[in-house]
Structures are given as C-alpha cells and as structure tokens.
C-alpha cells in the first residue's frame, strides 16, 4: 500500500516540477521574469498559455474525482437507465454552458483569475462577499469528501489507518501547489487524466466479460421507470449548479490560450468525463444485476457501494486491487490539488492589487493554502472514524453536505450569470439570491409545518431532527434524489430569475423617474411631485 502510494505521488510531485521550467520558458517568451507582477500572476492564474489537449485534460482530471466511484453506480442502480443519463448528460452542462459564456466574462473582466473576481467588479462587495463564501463552501467540503475518500480507500486496500492515505496525500499535493502553483496543477492533470481513464477501460471492460447475470435480472436493473426520471432532472439540476461553479474550472477559463481553445478544450473534457460516468453507471448495473441472482441471496445492500463488488469477484487478481488503488490515489489528488488551487484563486486577484514584493504575494497565497488545508485535513480525519449504530455519523453523512453546497449554487445561476448583460442591478442580483434561499425555507416551513422545517431545508433535509420517510417510489426522504427535488430544483432558477428582474427593473424605473424629475423645472417638478 505504501509502496503505490508513494510512487503515484512522487510521480505527481515529479510531473508538478515539469510546470517550473515550462512557466520560465512561457514568461521568458512574454519577456517578463517569475519576481515581476506578470510572473506572479502567472503563478495563480497561468494565464492564456494552455492549448485545448491540456484544456480538456485538465477539465477531465478536475471533474474524474473520488464521487466517480459511487454515485454512477448508485444513480443506475437506483434509477435505471433514466437516471444514469441524466447524470452522463448533467455532469457536461456545467462546462458547456462555460465555455458559450467564457468570452464574455474574459473581456469584461480581462484580469480575472476566477468568476469571483468578475462578481466584485459587476456586483460589488457585499454580492462578493456573499457568492465567494458559498464557493469556499462549497469547494471546501468537495476537498475534505475527497480526503475523506482517500482515508476510506486506504483502509479497504491496504488495511492501514486512514491517516496514512489521507495525510501524504493531502501533505503533497499542498507541496508541489505552493512550488508551482496553477501550472504545477494543470500539468499533473496531464498524467492523472490519462491514468484515469486508461485503468477505467481496462477494469470495467474486463469486469463485463466477468459478470454472469440472467436476462430477468438485467431488465430489473436496468429499468425505465418514474423514479429514474425524476432522479435524472434533479440530477440536471443539482449537478449543473455545481460543476457551472467549480472554481478550478473557472481558472482554466483564463489558462486558455484564447476562446477557440478554450471551447474545444471545454467540450472535449466534458465529453471524456461523461463517458467515464456511463461506463462506471453500466458497470453498476452489471454488478447489480448479477447480485440479484447470487444463491445466497443479494449481497449489494448500499447502491453507493456497487463499483466496489468488483472486489468480492473470483477473478480479481492482486493486479487487479493494485489497478484500484491506484485509479483512487490519481483521482484524489487530481481533485485535491485543483480545489486547493482554485480555493487559493479566490483571493489573488485582491493581493495582487497590494502592490507587494512578488515574493511576498506568493507567500501570503501559500500561508492562506496551509490555513485552508488543516481544517479540511482534521475534518476528514474525524469524518472517517464517526461511526456509529444509526449510521448517522459523518462517515456516512459528509456526502449529504453536497446536497447543501448543490441547492446554495442553484440559487446563485441566473442572477450572477444576468450580470453578464448589463439590464441587471447589484440590488436586483442581490434580491434574486437571496429570494432563493427563502424559497427554500418557505418550503421546508410549508411542507413539515415548523420554522426548523425551513432551515433544515437548506440541508436538503439531511441534518436535523426532522427525519422525511422514503417515498412510495422508493425515493429517500433527503437529499437530491429525493422526490421534492425533482421539482425544487428547477423551480429555483425560475424564482430567483423573476425576483432580480423585477427588483431591477423597478430599480431602473425609479433612476429613470429621478433623472426625469432632475430635467424638470423646478415649478414642474413641484406640481408633480
């Protein structure tokens, strides 16, 4: 176990060291060095350097994280066909919506290093404050699931405490990101892409040719029924709100040489995961369809836990583990470093306006990457080990965070990306936020009766002590694949589209009467008034 760790990450670390001279050869053609403004920009941004195969790379090595291992699989299971297409077709919206919307956000805001930046210059402060502290959110709790993974993984693999996994990982991949910054980061995706998916052809192919399962068993798995359907617009939805504002995603809009890169590399990256994702769902549902006949009865009792029956197989070899884990460590750190990365972005562009010694910014980014990462370390770690006998701890739970992290950036959609145009007000973006949010609450409130009903809403109903039965579909009682989700989360943009346009327009119509009132004589202006 030790052993594959460590030579993946010092493979990584060695891949990250490649950036450094690659970065000095790109700046010494901008006849600018690594101690100017430009130099340390680049450092955060890696700006307009990349072509579309690292585009798309690194757009593939972002997204193929830990969650590739459960929720493909527990979407088919759970959904049938229905549901797995929803999730192939739900995890490309985010990246192709961004790469139709970069070029207007590149030349509004040309110094930009993520949308954040952009939402200060169009939105003001406090819209500022309010959309980066749901990001950081946001990205903080993907960081810590992902660690938390690695922490899993571990022990299944190798039998070792989860820190042994979860710490060098997280410890190296904060390393080579304060050497080589977003560079160092896009140029380990490289690597980490490829790895990724050749292990996951390899794997699932060969686990298809090992199945044996009955027609009767495949048809019930692989169902069309209205509870895939319901899963596959919520999963639009949820799924969308998320990936339309993952940061590291949003960094690679300014790493791209120019738009026409920017836009194959978008779309060729999306296509590369959506693929990933079918495969896994069809893998699922191949493992589930053969559990169904086994003669000691099904086995697979948490769909999340489908991929992982591979393991229980007759012909896995010790190869084949050694595949595992090594697809788990490259798509741990390809999301770990690229979260650490674009959590760190959040805040260089407001450095950089400082005026500091290059030295200085850089360091004041790396000391404010070691303050992001400890608690997400710490939190993994207490994630890993709270188990309990209601299977209510965080070990089970920290993934029902993302459903709160997917109904917050929901919310925030139509109002910032309004912005783009220039009918928009900061008030009215402001008001369509957070209109959202009280329709959340006014949910919750409405459906179970209570206040607490409504702030417990926010959480998708995962945390609290309102515990939703299962719907007679079979659907959970929280979280984004429950019923009320296939109806809350499309409704969400509708809202909080219709509240910033009015609060806009009657914002516009009252400037327009004061400016119309101001051109008055005063004798006029008095009658009317």
Same mark, same amino acid.
């Given at each position: 176990?030790?052993?594959?760790?460590?030579?993946?990450?010092?493979? +990584? /670390?060695? $891949? #990250?060291?490649? =950036?450094?001279? &690659?970065?000095?050869?790109?700046?010494?053609?901008?006849?600018?060095?690594?101690?100017?403004?430009?130099?340390?920009?680049?450092?955060?941004?890696?700006?307009?350097?990349?072509?579309?195969?690292?585009?798309?790379?690194?757009?593939?090595?972002?997204?193929?994280?830990?969650?590739?291992?459960?929720?493909?699989?527990?979407?088919?299971?759970?959904?049938?066909?229905?549901?797995?297409?929803?999730?192939?077709?739900?995890?490309?919206?985010?990246?192709?919506?961004?790469?139709?919307?970069?070029?207007?956000?590149?030349?509004?805001?040309?110094?930009?290093?993520?949308?954040?930046?952009?939402?200060?210059?169009?939105?003001?402060?406090?819209?500022?404050?309010?959309?980066?502290?749901?990001?950081?959110?946001?990205?903080?709790?993907?960081?810590?699931?992902?660690?938390?993974?690695?922490?899993?993984?571990?022990?299944? +693999? /190798?039998? $070792? #405490?989860?820190? =042994?996994?979860? &710490?060098?990982?997280?410890?190296?991949?904060?390393?080579?990101?304060?050497?080589?910054?977003?560079?160092?980061?896009?140029?380990?995706?490289?690597?980490?892409?490829?790895?990724?998916?050749?292990?996951?052809?390899?794997?699932?192919?060969?686990?298809?040719?090992?199945?044996?399962?009955?027609?009767?068993?495949?048809?019930?798995?692989?169902?069309?029924?209205?509870?895939?359907?319901?899963?596959?617009?919520?999963?639009?939805?949820?799924?969308?709100?998320?990936?339309?504002?993952?940061?590291?995603?949003?960094?690679?809009?300014?790493?791209?040489?120019?738009?026409?890169?920017?836009?194959?590399?978008?779309?060729?990256?999306?296509?590369?995961?959506?693929?990933?994702?079918?495969?896994?769902?069809?893998?699922?549902?191949?493992?589930?369809?053969?559990?169904?006949?086994?003669?000691?009865?099904?086995?697979?009792?948490?769909?999340?836990?489908?991929?992982?029956?591979?393991?229980?197989?007759?012909?896995?070899?010790?190869?084949?583990?050694?595949?595992?884990?090594?697809?788990?460590?490259?798509?741990?750190?390809?999301?770990?470093?690229?979260?650490?990365?674009?959590?760190?972005?959040?805040?260089?562009?407001?450095?950089?306006?400082?005026?500091?010694?290059?030295?200085?910014?850089?360091?004041?980014?790396?000391?404010?990457?070691?303050?992001?990462?400890?608690?997400?370390?710490?939190?993994?770690?207490?994630?890993?080990?709270?188990?309990?006998?209601?299977?209510?701890?965080?070990?089970?739970?920290?993934?029902?965070?993302?459903?709160?992290?997917?109904?917050?950036?929901?919310?925030?959609?139509?109002?910032?990306?309004?912005?783009?145009?220039?009918?928009?007000?900061?008030?009215?973006?402001?008001?369509?936020?957070?209109?959202?949010?009280?329709?959340?609450?006014?949910?919750?409130?409405?459906?179970?009766?209570?206040?607490?009903?409504?702030?417990?809403?926010?959480?998708?109903?995962?945390?609290?002590?309102?515990?939703?039965?299962?719907?007679?579909?079979?659907?959970?009682?929280?979280?984004?694949?429950?019923?009320?989700?296939?109806?809350?989360?499309?409704?969400?943009?509708?809202?909080?589209?219709?509240?910033?346009?009015?609060?806009?327009?009657?914002?516009?119509?009252?400037?327009?009467?004061?400016?119309?009132?101001?051109?008055?004589?005063?004798?006029?202006?008095?009658?009317?008034?």
């Amino acid at each position: 176990g030790w052993g594959i760790l460590l030579g993946c990450l010092a493979t +990584f /670390t060695l $891949m #990250a060291g490649l =950036a450094i001279p &690659i970065m000095m050869r790109e700046l010494g053609k901008r006849g600018v060095t690594a101690s100017s403004a430009e130099g340390t920009d680049f450092w955060y941004s890696a700006r307009n350097s990349q072509g579309w195969p690292s585009i798309a790379f690194s757009i593939c090595a972002t997204s193929a994280g830990g969650w590739l291992l459960y929720t493909p699989a527990e979407a088919a299971v759970l959904g049938g066909w229905w549901a797995l297409i929803g999730y192939c077709i739900a995890i490309m919206l985010g990246p192709l919506v961004m790469c139709y919307l970069a070029p207007k956000f590149r030349e509004q805001v040309p110094d930009s290093a993520n949308v954040t930046d952009w939402v200060l210059v169009r939105y003001g402060p406090v819209a500022h404050i309010y959309v980066t502290l749901i990001l950081v959110y946001y990205m903080f709790i993907y960081l810590v699931g992902q660690l938390k993974t690695m922490g899993d993984m571990t022990v299944k +693999f /190798t039998g $070792m #405490a989860p820190e =042994a996994g979860l &710490i060098p990982l997280a410890v190296v991949t904060v390393f080579y990101t304060m050497i080589g910054g977003l560079p160092a980061s896009i140029v380990t995706d490289w690597i980490q892409a490829c790895c990724i998916t050749v292990i996951v052809f390899g794997i699932c192919i060969a686990t298809w040719g090992w199945v044996d399962y009955t027609p009767e068993n495949w048809e019930q798995v692989s169902a069309w029924n209205d509870r895939g359907f319901e899963m596959l617009v919520s999963l639009c939805f949820a799924v969308f709100g998320a990936e339309v504002f993952n940061l590291a995603f949003w960094q690679r809009i300014y790493a791209a040489r120019d738009v026409t890169q920017l836009r194959i590399g978008f779309v060729v990256g999306a296509l590369m995961v959506s693929l990933l994702t079918f495969i896994f769902g069809i893998t699922g549902m191949a493992l589930k369809a053969q559990d169904l006949g086994k003669d000691c009865g099904p086995t697979i009792f948490v769909a999340a836990f489908t991929f992982f029956d591979i393991l229980e197989m007759p012909q896995t070899t010790k190869f084949i583990r050694v595949l595992m884990y090594m697809l788990v460590v490259c798509m741990i750190a390809s999301n770990a470093d690229s979260f650490q990365t674009a959590i760190t972005s959040t805040i260089s562009r407001a450095l950089q306006k400082q005026n500091w010694a290059a030295w200085k910014n850089v360091a004041a980014a790396q000391f404010f990457l070691i303050v992001i990462n400890v608690p997400a370390i710490a939190f993994a770690v207490y994630s890993v080990y709270d188990v309990n006998e209601n299977f209510d701890g965080l070990a089970v739970k920290l993934t029902d965070l993302f459903s709160m992290a997917d109904i917050l950036t929901i919310t925030l959609v139509v109002p910032l990306f309004s912005g783009l145009w220039p009918f928009v007000t900061s008030k009215g973006a402001l008001a369509g936020m957070w209109s959202g949010i009280l329709f959340i609450m006014a949910w919750g409130w409405f459906e179970f009766d209570t206040f607490m009903g409504g702030m417990e809403m926010i959480t998708m109903m995962c945390f609290g002590n309102i515990k939703p039965p299962p719907s007679e579909n079979g659907a959970p009682g929280c979280g984004f694949y429950s019923a009320r989700a296939a109806i809350m989360f499309p409704v969400l943009p509708l809202v909080t589209g219709c509240v910033t346009y009015l609060v806009s327009y009657m914002e516009r119509s009252w400037t327009t009467m004061q400016e119309i009132a101001a051109k008055l004589p005063p004798t006029m202006a008095a009658c009317e008034m």
